[in-house]
């Protein structure tokens, strides 16, 4: 034995394959981003893996044989034994090759879309089924932390397509796509489902279930845990058990459960009280549907946060959501629907941890993903803000709000060009959006562009010239031009659509305009109005600090201007651009401590910047 090390020594096979392995590990990693940089086949990597772990055997019969100082002759014992490692290199590739699970999963694999399921029965009534399947199969998969799971607002419209898979796994950022299709007679149901790898084109895997309606959970857990497996994605036991959990033994409850949800989704009034009756006859059917409570309690919210119903349905959704989670203490839709209830009413702390719960037990779930985000961006707390938000994007690619949310966040980051991008991004994805071109304007605003913001504002308006935010920002861009006739027109525009009162701001165009008395007394009642709503109220945010400040300096109280100024600050209020821009705080500017408090928002943003630099270098970010 102490021969033949001494032969491997003399032979210097150990620098041989040092050499040889430097250069291989080089060669691969090259291969791999340009398989995944250009999406070329995967069977280029796996043939360049295997000849190069072939090719130790190569290497080492060279060194052995030609290792030693001088010239050494081929012999045929040498040729032997390289004829059988290239036989045996033709052999594996051709097996690997050929063999899917042997295939390296490319970067984006493990993101995966779930395509709406196409609807085998004729009766299109029965598109509530196939759909609700299809979301629900999709839950299922956003529950395994390994995975990405496309939202379901960025799959739907997908329902009937023409485009390819590789077009849709394109612009959702998808490798994975989980197609099928389904079709139920009597208790019986068929659902065909199968895996694409969206880089080729490729199926991964295919199955065909046969069954009893009543084992439709069972499929939905088996169908889950088997593209976990094919995509090598973790699956942690607490996971697993999610999976497995089923949410009611009552299939006509699940049924009408399903038809709610497909009424709930259509976001119109008279859908949403269709949903509402649905949820309420599939929990007649079964009182502990924790789904069905937690259903109920998000149409509530809907009635407020989208019909205008009063504030006190947000009540009876807390009452719901809190029994939902007395059945079932891991329902992440009920954490959802509780924390959309105290977002609504002002509790924001306690909607922040609701939702983090939810995310906590399912980390794909957009919607409480994207609403936390908005929590800590309008906290102030734009590098959290940031991190969630951008995972939304990623989950929703074209989601606008989470888009005008990015908008948002580069532009309190005086990030000006980014947020510019980003906004006129939503409005590229639908030109007629209220919403998308009244942000665009206001972003250009933010930026000192006034021209521009007043371009967007004249759109706005154009497309609705009764929508109160319109007239609202074309008063702001007014209000920094100091055009304050045309703000107070435009200010009185909105009042008279919205059947509102003044505003301090309004009393401030009427003392420009030499309307002292009138302007007086509507700063005077605001600011008894603010006063008393921040003293007798704990949730009073960094806008009602601020608002009262700018009341306090228009009346050229300049203590109490700073006092509430850094209360707004310590609050989260980082929007310099806000006091830069509109002249409400014009009688502090000649003050030292006016210059030491926008200092003091200037490095908290930067330290937030830097924050996000140092966590997430691949995050787009200005200097």
């Known amino acids: ?115 709406p399921f196409t609807n085998m029965n004729k009766d299109e009534q029965d598109d509530f089924f196939s759909d609700g399947i299809t979301e629900d199969l999709l839950t299922q998969l956003s529950k395994i932390s390994d995975l990405k799971v496309i939202s379901r607002t960025s799959v739907m419209k997908y329902k009937n397509t023409k485009k390819s898979i590789k077009e849709i796994g394109t612009e959702l950022g998808a490798g994975s796509i989980l197609e ?9 149901v068929r659902i065909v489902g199968q895996l694409i790898d969206a880089n080729n084109d490729e199926h991964i895997w295919a199955n065909t279930y046969d069954r009893d309606l009543n084992d439709i959970f ?13 995509l090598a994605a973790k699956l942690t036991p607490i996971e697993k058990k999610f999976i497995n959990t089923k949410p009611t ?41 924790s ?84 929590i800590e961006l309008f906290s102030g707390k734009y590098d959290e803000a940031f991190y969630w938000i951008r995972k939304a994007n990623v989950l929703a690619p074209d989601n606008i709000l989470g888009i005008i949310s990015r908008s948002y966040i580069y532009k309190y980051l005086r990030c000006d060009e980014l947020a510019i991008q980003w906004a006129t991004k939503a409005v590229e994805l639908d030109p007629n959006n209220l919403f998308s071109n009244f942000n665009l304007g206001d972003t250009y605003l933010s930026a000192g562009k006034y021209e521009l913001a007043n371009k967007y504002f004249k759109k706005v308006i154009k497309i609705n010239p009764k929508w109160v935010l319109g007239w609202f920002l074309g008063s702001r861009i007014e209000t920094a031009l100091g055009n304050y006739k045309l703000a107070k027109e435009y200010t009185d525009k909105y009042m008279k659509i919205a059947n509102t009162k003044p505003e301090y701001f ?36 960094q806008l009602d600090y601020i608002s009262l400040a700018e009341i306090y300096s228009i009346l050229n109280e300049k203590e109490k201007a700073f006092s509430v100024w850094s209360k707004s600050i310590e609050q989260g209020n980082n929007d310099i651009s806000r006091t830069k821009y509109y002249p409400f705080m014009n009688s502090l500017k000649p003050d030292f401590r006016y210059n030491l408090l926008i200092n003091k928002m200037q490095s908290r943003i930067d330290s937030m910047k830097n924050i996000i630099k140092e966590k997430y270098p691949t995050y787009r970010i200005c200097e």
Not at 180 to 188: A, D, E, H, L, Q
Not at 256 to 273: R, V
Not at 361 to 368: D, G, S
Request: hydrophobic share 40%; charged share 25%; glycine share 6%.
């Open 1 to 115: 034995m102490g021969r033949f090390f001494e032969e491997i020594k003399k032979r210097k096979v150990r620098k041989w394959i040092a050499v040889y392995l430097s250069i291989a590990v080089t060669i691969v990693g090259i291969t791999n981003i340009m398989v995944n940089r250009y999406n070329l086949p995967t069977k280029i990597f796996d043939t360049t893996l295997v000849l190069l772990s072939i090719g130790i055997l190569s290497i080492l019969l060279i060194a052995w044989f030609h290792g030693e100082p001088g010239k050494q002759k081929v012999k045929v014992k040498e040729i032997v034994l390289h004829s059988i490692v290239i036989l045996a290199a033709g052999f594996f590739i051709i097996s690997i090759t050929s063999s899917k699970s042997f295939n390296v999963l490319p970067e984006n694999t493990k993101t995966v879309a779930v395509l």
């Open 180 to 188: 099928g299709s389904i079709r139920r007679i009597g208790n019986k």
């Open 218 to 230: 069972a499929i939905q857990s088996e169908i889950a845990q088997k593209i976990a497996g094919e």
């Open 249 to 289: 033994e009552n299939i006509d409850a699940y049924t009408l459960y399903l038809k709610g949800k497909h009424f709930y989704y259509n976001y119109n009034k008279e859908d949403n009280e269709k949903a509402i009756s649905l949820f309420k006859k599939a929990l007649k059917i079964d009182s502990n549907y």
């Open 291 to 374: 789904l069905a409570l937690a259903g109920l309690a998000d149409a509530y919210n809907q009635r407020v946060t989208k019909y205008w119903f009063a504030n006190t349905w947000f009540d009876s959704a807390i009452v719901l959501s809190k029994k939902a989670l007395e059945i079932n203490p891991d329902l992440p839709e009920a954490y959802k629907s509780l924390a959309s209830a105290y977002d609504g009413i002002g509790k924001k702390e306690l909607a922040a941890v609701n939702y983090k719960e939810a995310i906590r037990l399912n980390p794909n779930y957009t919607q409480a993903i994207m609403n936390y985000g908005q």
């Open 506 to 541: 309004y009393g401030y165009y009427l003392l420009k305009l030499n309307k002292k008395k009138e302007g007086l007394k509507i700063l005077k009642q605001q600011q008894k109005e603010y006063e008393k709503y921040i003293q007798n109220d704990p949730d009073a945010t």
